[in-house]
T-cell receptor, first 114, second 109 residues
Framework: DAGVIQSPRHEVTEMGQEVTLRCKPISGHNSLFWYRQTMMRGLELLIYFNNNVPIDDSGMPEDRFSAKMPNASFSTLKIQPSEPRDSAVYFC????????????FGDGTRLSIL | RKEVEQDPGPFNVPEGATVAFNCTYSNSASQSFFWYRQDCRKEPKLLMSVYSSGNEDGRFTAQLNRASQYISLLIRDSKLSDSATYLCVVNAKEGKLIFGQGTELSVKP
């Protein structure tokens, strides 16, 4: 079975550039989550969707970050403009029932902003 | 107070040792609890769910104490391959999962 698929696996870009991270959740899962992980702050939830609708975006650090889920099989996380402090590993996860089911993570995108 | 607190470790143990990790959570309304494992530079992976009555999966045993808001993970006969960071995870309202900072385990030959 295909797991959560994220792309790209690695991204290195200069500050000020737009960055778009992509995620395909597991088929049949109706909740999708975007996380950011750094050594200093650990794993932080940025935003999550249920049935393609954003439910809680309180973890999005600032207006430079935006996320969309146009359909059940695709989501994007965009950073514009990017800054060096955005460098982190960004994970996407999905679950079948967000209240009781565990989440399954993609391999992550390792983002470096120079 | 953090919503989910764990001893960061590291725990350095020899092969074959028994090691226990503890975790406390602050939201008494939490209903779902999990232990995840994360290897260096990899994604978190579900190790096991934690049930009220306690549950076991091979060498791994998880316990939940709702009154004390405390979760534990016991690893028996530890293997080199158990070396990883173990994340205590608790659900918050509306399905958000709150991850602890993780406890690092290093099993030595």
């Amino acid at each position: 079975d295909a797991g959560v698929i994220q792309s790209p696996r690695h991204e290195v870009t200069e500050m000020g550039q737009e960055v778009t991270l992509r995620c395909k959740p597991i088929s049949g899962h109706n909740s999708l989550f975007w996380y950011r992980q750094t050594m200093m702050r650990g794993l932080e939830l940025l935003i999550y969707f249920n049935n393609n609708v954003p439910i809680d975006d309180s973890g999005m650090p600032e207006d430079r970050f935006s996320a969309k889920m146009p359909n059940a099989s695709f989501s994007t996380l965009k950073i514009q403009p990017s800054e060096p402090r955005d460098s982190a590993v960004y994970f996407c996860a999905s679950s079948k029932d967000r209240r009781v089911q565990p989440q399954h993570f993609g391999d992550g995108t390792r983002l470096s902003i120079l | 107070r953090k919503e989910v607190e764990q001893d960061p470790g590291p725990f350095n143990v020899p092969e074959g040792a028994t090691v226990a990790f503890n975790c406390t959570y602050s939201n008494s309304a939490s209903q779902s609890f999990f232990w995840y494992r994360q290897d260096c530079r990899k994604e978190p992976k579900l190790l096991m769910s934690v049930y009220s009555s306690g549950n076991e999966d091979g060498r791994f045993t998880a316990q939940l104490n709702r009154a004390s808001q405390y979760i534990s993970l016991l690893i028996r006969d530890s293997k080199l391959s158990d070396s990883a960071t173990y994340l205590c995870v608790v659900n918050a309202k509306e399905g958000k999962l709150i991850f602890g900072q993780g406890t690092e385990l290093s099993v030595k030959p």
